[in-house]
């Protein structure tokens, strides 16, 4: 499996900042948009997610720990716009995560996971993002976002439906939400926000469902 190493961005709602691609045998099952609503299958960003599966693009595992180990010390840069941490059956590889994780020391990097939170991918998770590379835990509604920060102690996101237009709520318990500021502000984007960085925060960040899938992704959110 190969993993693309991209130094500029050229991705709007990242910015300028480097950025990677996971091939999808990465992407757990699990996940509630693995066979819709996806939002990386549709796009330029499909079409390089494509060759980097197929093996076409993208870096042996150890040539990218090298690329990352060459970001400058105190870049943002965000790990897999598509793909997931890898694995085995939805086990996630420690192993590679702590090389990873490794390699991002001195960096700020960031990305999220849509794995299973069993008790070995917790634990995986919480000694990342304690030892300075942030894994966000993905969920489909602010309210298990809200339990997951609450239970396992880590930085959590949820998609929320196309229709979400406020900038700040709260969940059932009062924890506070914050909508991603890239979706709902002209001129954000990763490189001048930094909040899904951020492993200590005490919110949740949102994301509204869009692009081409954002009906299914309503109806996949609605059905759980």
Not at 165 to 172: A, E
Request: with cysteine; charged share 20%.
């Amino acid at each position: 499996m190969n993993t693309a190493f991209t130094p500029i961005s050229g991705n709007g709602k990242t910015g300028p900042i480097p950025t990677s691609t996971s091939a999808r045998e990465t992407c757990p099952e699990t996940c509630p948009f693995y066979d819709a609503g996806c939002y990386a299958k549709a796009g330029p960003q499909a079409i390089h997610w494509r060759k980097v599966t197929t093996g076409e693009r993208g870096l042996a595992w150890d040539a990218f720990l090298a690329a990352v180990r060459r970001i400058q010390r105190g870049q943002l840069w965000r790990h897999n716009v598509s793909g997931d941490l890898r694995h085995t059956a939805g086990k996630i590889n420690r192993a590679e995560l702590r090389q990873l994780t490794a390699a991002n020391r001195g960096r700020k990097g960031f990305t999220y996971t849509h794995h299973a939170l069993t008790g070995h991918n917790v634990a995986a998770l919480q000694e990342a993002n304690a030892a300075g590379f942030t894994v966000n835990a993905s969920c489909e509604s602010v309210d298990t976002a809200d339990q997951v920060m609450t239970d396992h102690g880590l930085p959590a996101v949820a998609v929320v439906t196309s229709a979400e237009t406020r900038r700040f709520f709260t969940t059932s318990t009062g924890r506070r939400v914050i909508t991603c500021p890239a979706t709902i502000h002209d001129g954000v984007t990763c490189s001048t926000c930094g909040l899904c960085q951020r492993a200590d925060r005490d919110f949740i960040v949102a994301f509204p469902a869009h692009g081409n899938a954002k009906r299914k992704v309503d109806a996949i959110i609605a059905d759980r």
